[in-house]
């Protein structure tokens, strides 16, 4: 389990609130939370509205980049395709193409290639139950769930797997203030799906 150190808030502008060790938190900004199967289930429909049927991709990774709160809001997803290597950003809020890079530079892209999958074959179904079932192993006696680090859907030989973080803080830990900044510390626990199926705590 790593320890991280983030900037939490801006004293008088932004309150932080974490949640206990459970998973439903409100939904704001309309992104999608990963937490609930429902709004999920609304990604790949997106994500079709902006690539071909037939385009074979390598990874879909989800953007949680919130620089003053945790959260388990997704608010953009980024799909990269095996031809040209090319990755493109899409808004889950306004369903807005919003960038677009390559992906060349990176040796495991090219790797992976020949495993390419296209966007029918990527499982969006259950992962509502796998963050919620990566909460459950949290241990409530000494910490409390914050949010998601990341979520990342990618092939492989054996498949297509997912991988991602769960942020965790500890009970009793408090925030220091600097000015007007508050500073937290978190902790992250890393979780891998298979392409079976099993989910697999990667920080035990």
């Not at 498949?159 to 803080?169: L, M, P, R, W």
């Not at 203030?177 to 891998?192: A, D, K, V």
Request: proline share 2%; aromatic share 10%.
């Amino acid at each position: 389990m790593k320890l991280n150190n983030t900037i939490a808030a801006l004293v008088g502008f932004f309150i932080l609130g974490l949640s206990a060790c459970n998973a439903v938190k409100e939904n704001f900004g309309g992104g999608v939370d990963m937490s609930q199967q429902d709004q999920v289930n609304k990604v790949p429909g997106i994500i079709a509205k902006k690539i071909q049927p037939e385009e074979q991709l390598l990874e879909i990774d989800f953007d949680f980049k919130n620089s003053q709160s945790f959260t388990q809001e997704a608010k953009a997803v980024e799909v990269v395709k095996a031809d040209g290597l090319k990755a493109i950003t899409i808004s889950l809020n306004t369903e807005d193409s919003i960038g677009s890079k390559s992906k060349e530079a990176f040796a495991w892209y090219k790797d992976m290639v020949r495993y390419a999958k296209p966007l029918s074959q990527f499982d969006f179904s259950k992962i509502g139950q796998h963050v919620n079932e990566a909460i459950q192993q949290i241990d409530g006696n000494v910490y409390e769930y914050a949010g998601l680090g990341n979520y990342t859907l990618k092939v492989g030989k054996g498949g297509i797997s997912h991988e991602f973080d769960i942020q965790i803080t500890k009970k009793g830990e408090s925030s220091k203030q600097n000015g007007r900044m508050i500073t937290t510390n978190y902790y992250e626990l890393n979780f891998e799906v298979t392409p079976e199926g099993k989910l697999i705590n990667k920080s035990k």
